[in-house]
């Protein structure tokens, strides 16, 4: 138990810690296990001083921190890779189903009394069956949707100039990526480059039948240009898994629409998944405080 070994401070509110609070509880700890909602910047890191010797996140995405102020000073960042992989394919593929056959508008649809009988056009929605699956960034995640994919028999192409092909998918540049794809699966990490990837243009390329799902991260889709694309139906749908910001304020356009689902960042959420990141998040700690390599690194430079 880290308890036992180690004098540990807990944030106990329901809410992530203000900034200030943060500063707070922060000085002189050596480890800190942060969730995504944590912004670990250079600043903080100075401020928790220079004992501070492991930053263990419990997710795979590790946007949240400064990874260059990080690796300057040596302090090696963990993650939570793998475990949370069929999670979060799950939920892209449990999106890509909700928005083609349009789950949540019938909902809403029936429970607004609107059903009055059965008819051959009510409420249709787009095909699996030899629709043509994008998906851009072909790692852990886009290769399990990938994979969830070929039992639909849909043909799957990517665009990911780092990853080789798997599970019968053909590497694409992204215009044709664009120009072919019934459905585009979004896997990028969100970064500098890929901040507002799907972005007016990106939507334009696309299909006016295509749905768009986005289980990174909210960043890497410019949600003004997406409400215009969705209203406009230049698309046909789209489901966020993840938005920006998180929470997503009640007044935003996309919540009016009804060709798009937003879920309040889920992709990980099952009770296994969430079990097993919160042991690798507890790993990487421990290691990082015994001065051991951590089990999962985002920045091994700091051990060369
Ligand atoms: C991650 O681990 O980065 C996920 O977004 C958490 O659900």
Redesign the pocket.
Known sequence: MIMDRYSVIIWPGELPPTRGQLIQQVRGIDGFLSL?TDRIDEELMDLIGPQLKVISNM???VDNIDLIAATARGIPVGN?PDV?TDATADQAFALMLAAARRFLEADRFLRAGKWITWSPSLLLGADFVDATLGIVGFGRIGRAIAKRALGFDMHVIFHDPSAGSEFNAQPVELDTLLRLSDFISINVPLTYETHHLVNAKFLSRMKSNAILVNTSRGGVVDQAALYDALISRKIFAAALDVTDPEPLPLDCPLLELENCIIMP?L??ASRRTREMMSLLAAENLIAGIEGKRLPNCVNPQVYS
């Open positions: 995504l997710a795979v995405g939570t949370l960042h992709g990980s």
